[in-house]
């Protein structure tokens, strides 16, 4: 029977007659010898030993992100669909605003004898290994805290420095800061080469609105010939609606989806015990970050949806681990490229590591051949 179009399940869409798919030892499934099969939704999440076998690209290690031999004489551009980070891709604001970001929170507090040179903002990011909280609690240990302060209230005052300093950084960002150098040239070259390009807004840590004005920086001309997913379009995606039932009713496949969810978290916990149980150790695994870790998941799959390319010839350009994190779980090759924040994270499960856009650094070329230096 042939299955109906739809959108979800095209981004699903793998090469037959060439994939072999085990889990727990066991094969999951061998596929017809037909042009395509389509994998149930639960299944599209690939595990590390789905094996791709014809035309392998080697991708710093990671192989699976190219169709096989029949569409060998297709465009690359067919093959390939870009996603960009905003935090620490489209914009690196912490090496440019976050220190003018935290002064401008101590003018707005009536703080006079605050202000961080670069000597002094350097020591104490050096120091907090980037905590902020602790940074504004050295500061105040070495310089002294407000006179007018009791001790209990300094958690309070610390947590309102960097709520007006969030607001100073979210000003700057939309009028003074520029965007990375060299990511115009390159969304540029992925659209000459016609690759799809899409910039992710809904999982940014300033929140869609400001990332969406921070894109409009790129101007009209190129806004014309890229793609947004900020959080309407999220919810408006088929991956998205099935997920999160936003714009449907609470559907079987749905209500799946949601119990498959806690399943997994319960399933980690039990394995973690029992290990644990064995280790004669404590042990107790967070899963607050989850529901962060689905929303990110959701808004790659409607990127990957949107261009009409499947996950695993989706590449993420990603600046957060989190946006790792969430593109290694459903099989999504992913670049790192580094900015301030992130000059001293390890990303071990990133298929290649870039400091910025081209050159000797990030190209369409090198993503296109699969070639790094």
């Known amino acids: 029977m042939e299955a109906a179009p739809c959108p979800i399940l095209y981004t699903l869409r793998v090469p037959t007659n060439t994939v072999t798919a085990t889990v727990n030892n066991n094969n999951l499934c061998l596929l ?15 595990p590390r030993n789905f ?15 190219s169709s096989p031999s029949s569409a060998q004489n297709q465009n690359l551009s067919q093959e390939l669909a870009v ?12 090496r440019l605003g976050n220190r003018q970001a935290f002064n401008l929170a101590f003018q ?20 907090s290994a980037g905590n902020e909280e602790r ?24 947590k309102n420095v960097l709520r007006e300093k969030k607001n100073a950084l979210d000003e700057l960002m939309l009028k003074s800061l520029p965007l990375r150098p060299g990511v115009e040239d390159f969304i540029d070259d992925a659209c000459n080469k016609g690759i799809p390009v ?56 749905e209500q799946l989806a949601k119990e498959a969810r806690k399943g997994a978290s319960a399933e980690k916990q039990r394995i973690a015990k029992e290990v644990a149980s064995m280790l004669k ?23 990957a949806e949107m261009a009409g390319i499947p996950v ?34 390890e990303f071990p499960s990133a298929n290649a590591i870039m400091d910025g856009f081209g050159g000797a650094d990030l190209t369409i070329s090198k993503l296109c051949k699969k070639r790094w230096s």
Request: neutral net charge; aromatic residues 10%.
């Open 135 to 158: 940074m504004l609690i050295l500061y105040f240990n070495r310089i002294g805290w407000p006179t007018s302060l009791p001790t209990s209230e300094q958690e309070p005052f610390v």
């Open 198 to 253: 899409i910039v992710l807004t809904s999982y940014s840590k300033s929140g869609d609105k400001i990332a969406r004005s921070i894109v409009e920086k790129l101007g009209p001309e190129r806004l014309s010939k890229i793609e947004v997913v900020g959080n309407e379009e999220v919810d408006k995606s088929f991956y998205g609606q099935l997920v999160f039932g936003k714009g449907m009713s609470s559907s079987l496949d």
């Open 312 to 345: 695993y010839n989706c590449i993420l350009i990603a600046g957060s681990k989190s946006g790792v994190a969430a593109a290694e779980q459903i099989g999504m090759p992913r670049v790192v490229l580094r900015s301030s924040f992130t000059s001293r994270a």
């Open 108 to 127: 707005k507090l009536g703080l006079d004898c605050a202000n961080w040179t670069e000597p002094v903002y350097s020591d104490l990011l050096r120091r």
């Open 281 to 303: 150790v404590s042990v107790n695994i967070d899963t607050s970050s989850s529901e962060g870790l689905a929303k990110i998941v959701a808004a790659l799959r409607a990127a």
């Open 83 to 94: 996603l960009l980070e905003v935090d620490g891709v489209l914009m690196d604001a912490y």
């Open 51 to 65: 094996n791709f076998h014809g035309k392998n690209l080697q991708f710093n290690g990671f192989t699976a992100f």
């Open 32 to 46: 017809p010898k037909s042009n395509h099969c389509w994998l149930p939704s639960f299944f599209s999440t690939f």
